[in-house]
């Protein structure tokens, strides 16, 4: 099958602020760090986020995190964090983030403070209010936003904070796009880097996670990656990440489909789980996953497989 570079930013932004917002906070909005009371915890409102404005017209995934927090004088808020990653730009992006924190404050009666990190490649875009006057009635919205392009790797690279990795590996799978021999180098020094910094295993883990979600390599690379990979580690004397890792999304990312379709669709038969079961392309997983959640029978899931 044709290799389709499929790099899963939604997955990976996610995950990775899911569990390290602090460390996301402290490293893109210091001051919003500083201000809130972290002893007292936070609560994490997605569902409601997601229930609150799902884009009924789009069906737009949204990348956005919705947390409660007390701040250091004792006050509770909410923090919204937009975040637009797909790598294009959107009309309507002010907007919606004027919209939402509308409706997040009637919803909760609680400041609601705004935020957006834009991961876009136009260096030219930067939106960071809406609103709208007339008659002496004035409605505005402004908000502060960070752009990954403007971080260098200089300043990721003197960072220990685990989220410079993870705005490294966004930024060299954009500027590594239709050129997999270099994303390859760009991956292994990345992945290197995390033994470097001294995290511990299960750090490592988390974060070579959200960069496999990021940086894809055709299949003959992710071998040749698998394999520098182990013997880095052997040298280092610190199994961390080893091919069982690497295998286990591909079995992971097996049973999801297996799970979509018997959700959707009832029992699969044995024969297509085996089938799906001998698929060993992770990136081709996760772009049948893709696929599984709106395709419309079992008999086109069929095709979809007998076509690639």
Same mark, same amino acid.
């Given at each position: 099958?044709?290799?389709?570079?499929?790099? /899963?930013?939604?997955?990976?932004?996610? +995950?990775?602020?899911?569990?390290?917002?602090?460390?996301?906070?402290?490293?893109?909005?210091?001051?919003?760090?500083?201000?809130?009371?972290?002893?007292?915890?936070?609560?994490?409102?997605?569902?409601? *986020?997601?229930?609150?404005?799902?884009?009924?017209?789009?069906?737009?995934?949204?990348? /956005?995190? @919705?947390?409660?927090?007390? $701040?250091?004088?004792?006050?509770?808020?909410?923090? *919204?964090?937009?975040?637009?990653?797909?790598?294009?730009?959107?009309?309507?992006?002010?907007?919606?983030?004027?919209?939402?924190?509308?409706?997040?404050?009637?919803?909760?009666?609680? %400041?609601?403070?705004?935020?957006a990190v834009l991961g876009d490649d136009n260096p030219n875009w930067r939106p960071t209010s809406y609103g709208y006057s007339q008659w002496?009635?004035?409605?505005?919205?402004?908000?502060?936003?960070?752009?990954?392009?403007?971080?260098?790797?200089?300043?990721?690279?003197?960072?220990?904070?685990?989220?410079?990795?993870?705005?490294?590996?966004? @930024?060299?799978?954009?500027?590594?796009?239709?050129?997999?021999?270099?994303?390859?180098?760009?991956?292994?020094? @990345?992945? %290197?880097?995390?033994?470097? $910094?001294?995290?511990?295993?299960?750090?490592?883990?988390?974060?070579?996670?959200?960069? +496999?979600?990021?940086?894809?390599?055709?299949?003959? $690379?992710?071998?040749?990656?698998?394999?520098?990979?182990?013997?880095?580690?052997?040298? %280092?004397?610190?199994?961390? *990440?080893?091919?069982?890792?690497? /295998?286990?999304?591909? %079995?992971?990312?097996?049973?999801? !489909?297996?799970?979509?379709?018997?959700?959707?669709?009832?029992?699969?038969?044995?024969? @297509?789980? /085996?089938?799906?079961?001998?698929?060993?392309?992770? +990136?081709?997983?996760?772009?049948?996953?893709?696929?599984?959640?709106?395709?419309?029978? !079992?008999?086109?899931?069929?095709?979809?497989?007998?076509?690639s």
């Amino acid at each position: 099958m044709n290799y389709q570079e499929n790099s /899963d930013y939604d997955t990976a932004w996610k +995950e990775a602020i899911t569990v390290y917002l602090e460390s996301f906070i402290e490293y893109c909005f210091p001051e919003v760090y500083q201000d809130i009371d972290w002893l007292k915890g936070y609560e994490t409102l997605d569902t409601e *986020l997601q229930e609150l404005i799902r884009d009924a017209e789009t069906g737009r995934r949204l990348a /956005d995190k @919705l947390v409660k927090v007390t $701040l250091r004088n004792g006050e509770k808020a909410l923090v *919204l964090i937009h975040i637009e990653i797909q790598g294009q730009e959107q009309d309507d992006f002010a907007e919606r983030m004027y919209i939402y924190n509308h409706r997040l404050f009637d919803r909760y009666r609680l %400041k609601v403070f705004s935020f957006a990190v834009l991961g876009d490649d136009n260096p030219n875009w930067r939106p960071t209010s809406y609103g709208y006057s007339q008659w002496g009635f004035t409605a505005n919205l402004q908000f502060p936003s960070v752009k990954l392009l403007d971080y260098s790797h200089d300043t990721l690279a003197q960072s220990n904070n685990p989220f410079a990795i993870i705005i490294m590996a966004h @930024l060299q799978t954009q500027a590594t796009r239709g050129n997999s021999q270099q994303r390859f180098q760009l991956k292994l020094s @990345l992945v %290197k880097r995390l033994y470097d $910094l001294g995290y511990t295993g299960e750090m490592i883990r988390q974060l070579f996670r959200f960069i +496999e979600w990021m940086m894809t390599l055709p299949p003959i $690379l992710q071998s040749d990656f698998k394999t520098e990979l182990n013997r880095y580690e052997e040298g %280092k004397r610190m199994p961390f *990440l080893t091919s069982f890792e690497i /295998d286990g999304m591909i %079995k992971i990312s097996r049973e999801n !489909v297996i799970e979509i379709l018997e959700t959707r669709f009832g029992n699969v038969s044995d024969e @297509l789980k /085996d089938r799906i079961n001998s698929l060993e392309d992770l +990136e081709f997983l996760k772009s049948i996953f893709k696929q599984t959640i709106t395709i419309a029978s !079992v008999e086109d899931f069929e095709q979809l497989l007998a076509s690639s």
